[in-house]
T-cell receptor, first 111, second 114 residues
């Protein structure tokens, strides 16, 4: 079974609005990562948050991590049409190098 | 630095045939992972190689195999193709560092089995 599960499956917003995506996972982690995928292309790494961190920012991205609830959220502020893509959270097996991806959230930003 | 390169970009095969996909990682990256992406199953981990050794394996049948060469380039092979093998196959190389460092993906090989 997949380690991470994103919610919602799809999200449609207007340009300028904020978009929030959530991710839940099942086992202990050393870090959690978020990736973006434009249609039919490879994934691009966005941000990594370590298990001892609670919040991290990168440009218009804000990620939070709650290890007690085994959940994370990705907030994209002031969204743009170019943010239209699928977003995935990913976690690694403890002490290993096997990165598992969730099912993803499809974000549509309307101009 | 050049990114991760996957060849070919598109491939059409017939059931029962076999296929080999190629991946060249970013220079200096010694770990290469392979994923299968389909609309129904999402991104599924196939295997990961490091220094020519398979270090992790996903839950795929033995028809799926891979290898890594001394220059870190990797290939994956699928034998006796089935219709369900139609997918986008993604390769990723990992930055040197502790476990679960960020992955850098190629743009994938789109395999269609008819």
């Amino acid at each position: 079974s997949q380690q991470g599960e994103e919610d919602p499956q799809a999200l449609s917003i207007q340009e300028g609005e904020n978009a929030t995506m959530n991710c839940s996972y099942k086992t202990s982690i050393n870090n959690l990562q978020w990736y973006r995928q434009n249609s039919g292309r490879g994934l691009v790494h966005l941000i990594l948050i370590r298990s001892n961190e609670r919040e991290k920012h990168s440009g218009r991205l804000r990620v939070t991590l709650d290890t007690s609830k085994k959940s994370s959220s990705l907030l994209i502020t002031a969204s743009r049409a170019a943010d239209t893509a699928s977003y995935f959270c990913a976690t690694g097996n403890t002490g290993g190098f096997k990165t598992i991806f969730g099912a993803g959230t499809r974000l549509f930003v309307k101009a | 630095k050049a990114g991760v390169t996957q060849t070919p970009r598109y491939l059409i095969k017939t059931r029962g045939q076999q296929v080999t996909l190629s991946c060249s990682p970013i220079s200096g990256h010694r770990s290469v992972s392979w994923y299968q992406q389909t609309p129904g199953q999402g991104l599924q981990f196939l295997f990961e190689y490091f220094s020519e050794t398979q270090r992790n394996k996903g839950n795929f049948p033995g028809r799926f195999s891979g290898r890594q060469f001394s220059n870190s380039r990797s290939e994956m092979n699928v034998s006796t193709l089935e219709l369900g093998d139609s997918a986008l196959y993604l390769c990723a190389s990992r930055e040197p560092g502790p476990y679960n460092s960020p992955l850098h993906f190629g743009n994938g090989t789109r395999l269609t089995v008819t």
